[in-house]
T-cell receptor, first 119, second 117 residues
Framework: GAVVSQHPSWVICKSGTSVKIECRSL??????MFWYRQFPKQSLMLMATSNEGSKATYEQGVEKDKFLINHASLTLSTLTVTSAHPEDSSFYIC???????????????FGEGSRLTVL | AQSVSQHNHHVILSEAASLELGCNYSYGGTVNLFWYVQYPGQHLQLLLK??????LVKGIKGFEAEFIKSKFSFNLRKPSVQWSDTAEYFC???????????????FGGGTRVLVKP
């Protein structure tokens, strides 16, 4: 099936620093990607919708200045956690919709996730 | 706002037992329904999906789900589980017409299933 890849899969950083997570659709183009956050033992919560060539759409309660999203190409979206704090520690997952190569119904494919730990 | 509820947070059962996981949603209009599975240390994978047609949907690995519109439910079933079915299962919903690119999945809280060998 389609492959969505995230990098890094695991990152530890100091409080106050910024961390960038990449999400790539490896063999299809994705005009829309979605960023989710998963707290331990909880479900995935949508953070924002990343739109190629335009601003991301953030869900209520998500700080857009804290979680910067850039969708610069049809295969890459990045999430930057700025001035990270321990409460930002979480599992971040991206997904992308494939409208043609692997699914004619726009199925969502998920990345492996990126675990962020802020010390 | 729409919501998705999964009734059980944890399920423990023995191999060969039957499994049924409940999922209810609150949206009243047309919906698209999904079950995803997350095996330990792995990313989310689609088990099955319902868009329209036969309300009994067959998925991968012997799973099936039944859409009951009157009950706003989409329960997942497997007649005989294996140890390898140990995972976390998520029900998810997209309201309306799926091909609207802005639509986004709303996930249930997840159910952790442990199958004892």
């Amino acid at each position: 099936g389609a492959v969505v890849s995230q990098h890094p899969s695991w990152v530890i950083c100091k409080s106050g620093t910024s961390v960038k997570i990449e999400c790539r659709s490896l063999d299809f183009q994705a005009t829309t990607m979605f960023w989710y956050r998963q707290f331990p033992k909880q479900s995935l919560m949508l953070m924002a919708t990343s739109n190629e060539g335009s601003k991301a759409t953030y869900e209520q309660g998500v700080e857009k200045d804290k979680f910067l999203i850039n969708h610069a190409s049809l295969t890459l979206s990045t999430l930057t956690v700025t001035s990270a704090h321990p409460e930002d520690s979480s599992f971040y997952i991206c997904s992308a919709r494939d409208w043609g190569l692997h699914s004619n119904t726009g199925e969502l494919f998920f990345g492996e996730g990126s675990r962020l730990t802020v010390l | 706002a729409q919501s998705v509820s999964q009734h059980n947070h944890h399920v423990i059962l023995s191999e060969a037992a039957s499994l049924e996981l409940g999922c209810n949603y609150s949206y009243g209009g047309t919906v698209n329904l999904f079950w995803y599975v997350q095996y330990p240390g792995q990313h989310l994978q689609l088990l099955l999906k319902y868009f329209s047609g036969d309300p009994l949907v067959k998925g991968i690995k012997g799973f099936e789900a039944e859409f009951i519109k009157s009950k706003f439910s989409f329960n997942l079933r497997k007649p005989s589980v294996q140890w390898s079915d140990t995972a976390e299962y998520f029900c998810a919903v997209i309201p309306g017409f799926f091909k609207a690119a802005g639509n986004k999945l709303t996930f249930g809280g997840g159910t952790r299933v442990l199958v004892k060998p």
